[in-house]
């Protein structure tokens, strides 16, 4: 059932106003995240204007959007004018965009009601929060297990009913892994279906904006209203309209489903055996399922990580405090001024991809790393392609494990690389891909279900996974934050 | 005997409304800071959007320096760290530019190879005050193309007259004003000097602001180098900048701190895809240029070679020039009409570049019309012409009917008589063999005439009746 629809209705008939809706969320946020710290900034004021504005237009008996009056929240690095916007880095401490992201001015007129940012890795770089400056999320499922990352923190708050949505982005599995961390749904779209424009850029050529709400159809209404062409994006395809709410109850019927052996193999038991359990769903609703291999998915993880390091040693160079940001308070050179503001600012996570892309972008090394994994993400688009000929989508584990424990990963660096193992081959690809919750582990802890579709086919997937969470039963979100029992 | 070695890198500010990735107007002289976007001072979230019109006029000019053009070209980011480039990369382009393969040919008939032509975006500009260094982002993102040239330049002359030539043909496709002045075109020198066949190492003379320069720079730098390798020395990899003071050139950096530009293409931009169809267009669009104008106005005008160089050195003053000479067959007086008094007027070659007159064509055309037809002699109409230049009226608002009268052949006939007889010390000074008294005797005419008289003509009577 979507909450949205529901919340649209309570408002419609005045049964609450937007205000007091708002003011719900804000008093569950003060509550609940001193424990979780999801959010990590408020914007209590700017949201209760908002809010007031759709009740008067409600007052005026104004048609208003499903999204008016919505509260929701926005990762800390989606551009929002006036409003600190430091991607959880110590360097954009007090950056006030003067510009709003276009995702984020798309629902703000609809009258999105913004609660706050919320947290996550800094610039992006980690999966579990861990690397922000404000401190990692903490999973609501279990608070001495993370909340994924790097969206983590949008992924708490909604798990935990303290925003009904959220904006986050996904470079390699930032939106997917969180969602499925803390069971709620995230949606990776296709690369060029949502404006990157104001999302503070991690690696260009897989940065997407994503949706993470606490059902399917809640994210369908809210991709189809930040997607579509963007001038002032060129990446962002011209000519597409979407309509992935309309397409939720189609039949699925005869939908042919791949699953690539390689990736369940990869898994942890308890999420193999959950992902397994869902494939038969799909079986049983009439799909057809068929494994095969795609060797070069486990490829694309090295393939993914140089990519990705060569454009963020490019994208953070610009942070040097000269125009924004901090800036390092004494130096005696132009020179010791960047050198200064860079080393005093960033975190050790940031420093290390910065200084791994520079390598792999290097004379004499370029070749050996950057050109291969270039060619490397050339193949997989090439397997892609021939892939879905012959599947309308792919089944897979959003992630090979389940939530980790706080501080795991700064334990075992190459566990928290893995993470990623599910989820990068759809930004290398350029592909839709949604994560969707379908059981939980042995300590309770929720299991995600990926479902990658071909480019633009946002549509299919979002309505395999509506069929799938009817079939299943909704998961539903944890009982805290905002509940309202119908 | 040393042979010199040189090549061109220089760089064109394309002259479009807007800059190359934003909307923000593209022009020179603004108060700093007011002509900046968050793509163009590079904030963070904020991307670049190809501007067409700048791939319109780097093809342009590619054709008009007989370059083939790529189909499919690329952006690709440049990553070096300078307060002035706030993105810390410059998107440009690397291994697959738009325009390639073309030359520029001198006026022997040399042809110096164009290697390639990039587009590219500017950077800031630092402003160095007594205690701070503060930044101008106006000029961050202005379009520029990259004009590469092959190393195939043997001498100062040679470079000089590339460096016009490569000028001239910018001005006249229109896609730049190619003010070194004002930084709208900035070359760097790539400089080896060799007493064998083969190349000796080079330097590169960075940012000539003007030709005059171009060639102080370059001969000093072959003095300099051809000493070094005289006295068993080597010369050394190095960017120089010149000192316009002292008349040298200086070490900026030495090879082993060049940077690693860590080329990639532009993730944020797509491919540059132009359509045979689209290049046709463009070509159609590319105006007459200079060396073919040069050929038909010494061929169908008659103009001397020198003067139609100094029409065709100015695309504003050839264009007035073919203007005025439209249908009339004097075109060489109008011609002298414009190098002769007008460039007096202007004096500088500044004014002579923007040719801002107060007077049309059409007027100077109407000027000449009124000498052809014997109404006005030659030398009143330069004076007349003079007047119009100041108060930009026409010449038959300052003529009056008496001057417009003419001067008939009896009358000067007669006049010419009567200075004879008043003057006959002057006439027996002319007898005696000196031959500047019969001036004396043209300037009693004119001045009985009131300047009506044809000076010339003038001349010719009296001698004869003499």
Redesign the interface.
Known sequence: MSEILKLHNMLCSKEISAKELTQKYLSAIKSLNPDLNAYIKISEDEALISADIIDRKIAGSEDIDLLSGIPMTLKD?I?TKGND?T?CSKI?EG?K???D?TAWQRLKSKGAVHLGKTNMDEFAMGCTTETSVYGSSKNPYNKNFVAGGSSGGTASAVSANLAVYGIGSDTGGSVRQPASFCGCVGLKPTYGAVS??????Y???LDTVGVLAGNVADTAVVFDRIAGFD?????SRPDFSPCAFDFLDKDIKGRKIGVPQELIDRADEDVKYQVLKAIKIFEDMGCVVEFFSMPSLITALPAYYIIAC??A??NL??Y?G???GLKAECFES?HQM?CKTRSENFGDEVKKRIMLG?FV???GY?DKY?AKAQHLRQELKAQFKKVFERYDALVTPTSPKTAFRLCEVEENKEGSFNADLCTVSANLGGLPAVSLPCGKDSRGLPVGLQIIGDKFMENRILNLAKKFEESRGEFGLKDMGVRFDV | MYKLTSGFETHVELKTNTKIFCSCSNGFGSAPNTKCC?VC??????????NKQVVEFAVKAGLALNCKINNLSYMD?K?Y???DL????QISQFDVPLCYDGFVELSDGKKIGITRIHIEEDAGKLIHNDED?L?DYNRAGVPLIEIVSEPNIESVEEAKEFAEKLQLIMRYTGVSDCKMQEGSMRCDVNISVSESESLGTRTEIKNMNSIANIRKAMEYEVKRQTEILKSGGKVIQETLGFDEKSGTTYSMRTKEDAN?Y???RE????PIHISHEDIEKIRRTIPELPHKKLKRYVADFGIDKKDAELLVKYPRVASFFEEAAYGIKSSKKVANFILGVIFAFLKSETLKEEFDLKISPESLRELVLLTDSGKLNVSKAKLTLEQMLLSGKRAEELLNDDDLRGFDDDSLLSLCQKAIEVNPKTVADYKGGKDKAIMALVGFVMRESKGRADAGKAKEKLIEII
């Open positions: 690095n551009s916007t991607c954009l950056y965009p003067i510009y992201a990157r424009y104001g999302l503070i850029a690696a260009s050529s001038p002032m994006d060129s990446t060569a454009e040693s490019s160079g610009r040097d000269v125009r924004y132009i960047i520079t972008l290097s004379e370029y950057y | 968050p001072i590079g904030l963070p979230g904020a991307l670049p959007r190809l980011r990553n760290s300078y307060p706030p993105k810390a990369y260094i930044i690693d860590r080329f990639f993730p944020d931009l797509l």
